[in-house]
């Protein structure tokens, strides 16, 4: 088993972020978030009924 410790840069971020569309004077207050820093990926985890989900799941469609 491997006990090195791993480098901070290197360790997963979690916390909480403001998810704002400016253009549309529209943002979602304390995001849950997750930063994989290893494979470059961000989740932000939204409630279903914000309303910036509606409006980002417009754009995808």
Same mark, same amino acid.
């Given at each position: 088993?491997?006990?090195?410790? $791993?480098?901070?840069? &290197? @360790?997963?971020? *979690? +916390?909480? /972020? *403001?998810? @704002?569309?400016? /253009?549309?004077?529209?943002? @979602?207050?304390? =995001?849950?978030?997750? %930063? !994989?820093? $290893? =494979?470059?990926? &961000? #989740? /932000? %985890?939204?409630?279903? !009924?914000? *309303?910036? =989900? +509606?409006? &980002? @799941? !417009? #754009?995808?469609?």
């Amino acid at each position: 088993m491997d006990t090195t410790p $791993q480098h901070l840069m &290197l @360790a997963t971020y *979690e +916390g909480h /972020a *403001e998810l @704002a569309i400016p /253009a549309l004077h529209l943002a @979602a207050r304390r =995001v849950p978030i997750r %930063f !994989s820093p $290893q =494979v470059l990926r &961000l #989740e /932000a %985890f939204l409630d279903p !009924s914000d *309303e910036v =989900v +509606g409006v &980002l @799941a !417009s #754009e995808i469609l």
